[in-house]
């Protein structure tokens, strides 16, 4: 089991106020100004709290008028050729703001890799052994000692 | 001129091509005339020296491109331009109780989930703390006091918080604006029943989460 979470409380609220708004449109499409309040609530309260969300949670809201972003409904999607490469457009029907996201299935989030996890992450263990700073403030004593006899 | 423009013939190539072969001096004499005649208007030693101008050929020039302005980082709309566009108005049409009841069903959970199950023997101090910070979007929310007499018995589901009113609708499909100053509103969770102070809690759902609340011992309306 996963140990205590800080923020818990917090994370709950972020996570109602997400299905609220995914709550709120499937009940009425049209109803797009309250699913908005509750999705530009939530981007405050995470923004107040220093909060990171998954990056997954926030493509689906409008950077300019925090919309929650429903392909067909709220945004259009459009795939896109560029330069050898395939992109996904996302505009929002509501501010026009569009975002890109590369196709790319090799891409993996920080996140998902394997060395991102704690326990995943090798202890440092420097090559040399450290020296005893006592035993070089020894050394320093005996070099000015011999110095000044000199 | 002679290594500019023309050279001799030599015998061979005079004799292949079948053509008469001229003596050097005669050669050079006819295309001083020929050059003479063509351009008339140039003196012998200017046509030489032009003649003899070689080409330089330049390297390749690429034009410098005006630099790219760094695009401005969009910090989303102000509050004004919210309110201009009316981005958090409910439109009447969508003005219907029967659509916020699923609304309301998730807010249960949701407040079920925050205070551990809500079991009888759970003290009223930790709910009370926890519904504090918690979200009331959802909530079925009714004005048990008022200095607006007006406003006492009003029922619904809570749609909107903002810091200084509630917005509320009621099982007859009315948007039921009501401000948070001198009143008192009730909150009913699985029998525990809670009241909030709406002087004490003029404040934005989002500011709510990391504002620390102090126990006062005066409530006044």
Known sequence: ?150 | MKAVIYHAFSHKEAKDHDVQELGTQRAEAFVRAFLKQSIPHMSQQDCESHLQRKAVILEYFTRLKPKPRPKKKSKGLSAKQRRELRLFDIKPEQQRYSLFLPLHELWKQYIRDLCNGLKPDTQPQMIQAKLLKADLHGAVISVTKSKCPSYVGVTGILLQETKHVFKIITKEDHLKVIPKQNCVFTIEIDDFISYIYGSKFQLRASERSAKKFKAKGTIDL
């Open chain 1, 1 to 150: 089991m996963a140990g205590q979470v800080k923020d818990r409380e917090a994370f709950q609220r972020l996570n109602f106020l997400y299905q609220a708004a995914h709550c709120v449109l499937s009940q009425n499409p049209e109803n797009q100004a309250l699913a908005r309040f509750y999705c530009h609530t939530e981007k405050t309260i995470a923004k107040r709290l220093v909060l990171r969300q998954d990056p997954s949670v926030k493509r689906t809201l409008c950077r300019d008028c925090s919309s929650l972003l429903i392909p067909g409904l709220t945004c259009t999607q459009r795939q896109r050729r560029r330069k050898g490469q395939r992109w996904t457009v996302q505009t929002c029907l509501t501010c026009q703001r569009s975002q890109r996201f590369l196709n790319d299935p090799k891409h993996l989030l920080w996140g998902d890799r394997p060395e991102a996890q704690l326990e995943n992450q090798a202890d440092f263990k420097p090559s040399e052994p450290l020296p005893n700073i006592a035993d070089l403030s020894k050394e320093n004593v005996q070099t000015q000692a011999l110095n000044t006899t000199e």
